[in-house]
């Protein structure tokens, strides 16, 4: 073997496309990523050499030969790097006889290790191998490259070949030759392996392009499409109809794998990745001498010291100094090094850590939560930063419109609701940067609300720009500020407007709408003796047309019987106008239809149940069809259909109403308004023994009066009983 040396080297030859030695050629080495750019010849053997390289690990060079003339017609061989070989042991350690029980102190500290990173919070130091599944999976179907004008499809073919084993094939030619029936190949031209059908040479497609001779035979002879990247071949022979689509000729069709790339052969250019070096990492130890956690977390540490720079003195001692891991054990130490005269020295032996009067510590001692944002709160108390945000109900506005908005101001990295600031400023900014409109709201936990009417004689059409913020944030610059910009636009004046109500009678036949619309222009004059076009849809289902004519006020009043499929739920209309004046207006009005027969009425008891001879506060919700509550009254009935009580929503279709059950009834309400409510609905079960509660919680009191009656049975005289109270 050649001598060692620090450095690595790079050699090879240079040869001509014939195979002959080609002396005097310019090779080059270079790393993009790296920035090496060397330069060398070849000798008069062809041969050349980059030695005292010092490589990095991972590395990737590039070889480049050129002719004297910078010509690429010639080819680089590199010559293999050596290896060294290993011999077997004849015998085997002892270490390896005892591997299984060397190393169960390791994996027991391991095991304590993961366990106090995992009470630590260091989940992300922890590497436990999850749990691993086989199961088994579908075949994915094989995906093609795109294809051009001239394809076949599938199950037209005459035969449709499918490569086996294409990594045994050494040309496309050869590897074909006999595996496709009624084709042959023969030399035509300068091809040498050319498909023939019957003595007729063949068209060849690739990825449904046609191929001219010489690319025929970059594909047969020269291999420049790897068998492995086919996906398959269609032969087509006898059918004349695909035959015709094609060029009236037998064809070949090549179709290449998903991702296929064309390979490019440059013998002039060799990539490398060699060995090299590594930068040896610092190995780690806990530093016992400085502050941190290092005093409080236990040291389980299986390999304690490691050190590959020690240096003897002229007497041949050396002198370091390490820490033992926690607790006791039997540790193992081993020497190795050479000397100048490159001598090795190897020397392995052990000593013994008896237990302490200390015990083992396996807690960690109390970490502060807040020591890491500390520095952050305490700036944050010094140099306080707010931030503002608006809601908007729309994205886009008319003149005449009014903009809602709610804002939500912010103190402080944590985001809570800012306790420095009480109001908020807000105003509209015209493209000259001029204040048309400044509002001041109250900021109450944070939170502020307020409407901006946008009235003719204030605005004009262009774009604004919203602005929000506080006087603190003023201390801080532009940057701080909300700000958003929208287009505020002019509606047409001749633009209809429209109002409308809808109701649907149900039947024992069918369902009846009934529309009653009235139409009117922004001034709110009314659309007067208009004639328009109505379309009836549910959701994009076209059901009835009709045309109509507006009166002197503007109304519109129609009926409409809806077919059995319709549920109503989904209605809305379509007006278009007929005048030429109205411009061909188009307006989409969604019904909002209320069927009290519809209506779902709910009631919930204040104690959570009904006890009969006990007063108990009922409450209800009364929802229409659309989800939203709605106002109701109506009565409670026994079975014999006496009136016992009353009920009236108060606000959103909710109300309460106190009700005395008996014993044995069965009780049902009944809707009087609005008219046309004919479901019944009933109470719920009534109970002979149990317990209510009620609560009176009346409008500015201080104290809240909870009422708690019984049947004898429901209370127990030597039981001991809680009342919890939550918010």
Not at 315 to 331: E, H, I, R
Not at 361 to 369: G, L, N, P, V
Not at 637 to 642: E, I, L, P, Y
Request: overall charge positive; charged content about 25%; proline content about 5%.
């Amino acid at each position: 073997y050649k001598a060692e040396q620090l450095g690595s080297a790079i050699s090879g030859v240079v040869k001509s496309l014939n195979g002959k030695v080609y002396p005097g050629a310019k090779v080059k080495l270079f790393s993009l990523k790296s920035g090496i750019i060397l330069d060398a010849f070849s000798d008069i053997n062809g041969r050349f050499t980059f030695d005292n390289l010092v490589l990095t690990d991972s590395i990737k060079l590039t070889l480049q030969a050129t002719t004297m003339k910078n010509g690429n017609k010639v080819e680089v061989i590199v010559d293999p790097s050596l290896k060294m070989g290993l011999t077997e042991r004849k015998y085997k350690s002892s270490d390896s006889l005892t591997f299984q029980y060397s190393m169960k102190t390791y994996i027991e500290n391991v095991k304590k290790q993961d366990a106090l990173l995992e009470r630590m919070g260091q989940l992300s130091r922890v590497q436990r191998l999850k749990e691993v599944t086989i199961s088994g999976r579908k075949k994915a179907a094989q995906q093609y490259s795109p294809q051009g004008m001239f394809t076949v499809t599938e199950g037209q073919a005459d035969q449709t070949f499918v490569f086996k084993n294409p990594e045994s094939c050494p040309t496309l030619g050869l590897c074909l030759q006999g595996l496709l029936q009624g084709v042959v190949f023969q030399p035509l031209d300068v091809v040498q392996n050319y498909p023939y059908s019957r003595n007729v040479p063949m068209d060849v497609f690739l990825n449904g392009r046609k191929l001219s001779a010489q690319e025929v035979g970059d594909v047969f002879d020269n291999d420049i499409i790897a068998p492995s990247d086919i996906g398959k071949i269609d032969v087509v022979r006898t059918n004349q109809a695909v035959m015709s689509r094609l060029g009236n000729a037998p064809a070949l069709l090549i179709v290449t794998k998903m991702g296929y790339m064309r390979k490019t052969y440059q013998p002039n250019i060799v990539n490398l990745s060699p060995k090299g070096y590594n930068k040896v990492r610092d190995f780690y130890m806990p530093k016992y001498d400085g502050p941190g956690n290092a005093n409080t977390i236990p040291d389980l540490r299986s390999t304690i010291f490691w050190d590959a720079n020690v240096k003897t003195f002229t007497t041949g001692k050396a002198a370091l100094s390490y820490f033992n891991a926690d607790g006791p054990g039997n540790y193992k130490v081993v020497v190795e090094g050479i000397n100048a005269d490159g001598e090795l020295g190897r020397e392995v032996f052990r000593y013994k850590v008896e237990a302490g009067d200390q015990p083992l510590q396996t807690e960690f001692a109390k970490i502060d939560r807040n020591l890491a944002t500390r520095g952050l709160d305490s700036l944050s108390i010094k140099m306080p930063v707010e931030r503002a945000y608006l809601h908007l109900d729309k994205t886009s506005y008319n003149i005449g419109d009014t903009l809602w908005f709610k804002g939500y101001v912010m103190a402080g990295p944590s985001l809570a609701a800012t306790k420095l600031s009480g109001v908020l400023l807000v105003e509209l900014n015209n493209d000259s940067a001029e204040v048309v409109r400044r509002v001041s709201i109250p900021i109450k936990n944070g939170v502020a609300m307020a409407q901006i009417p946008l009235p003719s004689r204030v605005f004009r059409e262009g774009a604004y720009t919203l602005r929000a913020y506080t006087n603190l944030m003023q201390n801080y610059g532009d940057g701080h500020f909300f700000s958003q910009r929208f287009y505020l636009g002019l509606p047409r004046a001749d633009r209809w407007l429209v109002k409308s109500t809808a109701v649907l009678d149900s039947t024992d036949k069918s369902d009846e709408l009934k529309v009653e619309m009235s139409l009117f222009k922004l001034d709110r004059s009314p659309v007067a003796l208009r004639d328009a076009e109505v379309y009836i849809y549910e959701g994009d289902t076209y059901l009835y047309k009709e045309k109509v004519q507006t009166g002197a006020d503007g109304k519109i009043q129609f009926s409409k019987a809806l077919p059995k499929r319709a549920n109503g739920k989904n209605i809305r209309i379509e007006l278009r106008s007929i005048h030429p004046s109205d411009k061909n207006q188009v307006v989409q009005v969604p019904l909002i239809i209320d069927r009290p027969q519809k209506i779902d009425l709910q009631f919930m008891p204040e104690g959570g149940k009904l006890v009969a001879g006990i007063r108990s506060v009922l409450g209800f919700k009364a929802l229409a069809e659309n989800g939203r509550g709605i106002s109701l009254e109506g009565n409670i009935v026994d079975k014999a259909g006496q009136v016992v009580s009353s009920f009236k929503t108060l606000h959103n279709g909710m109300g309460s109403f106190e009700f005395t059950p008996l014993v044995g009834e069965n009780y049902i309400a009944r809707v009087t308004s609005p008219v046309g409510a004919t479901k019944k609905y009933d109470l719920p079960k009534i109970l002979k023994e149990g317990s209510v509660m009620t609560v009176q919680n009346f409008l500015g009191s201080a104290f809240i009066t909870l009422k708690i009656a019984g049947t004898p049975k429901a209370f127990s005289p030597d039981s001991l009983y809680y009342l919890i109270g939550t918010t």
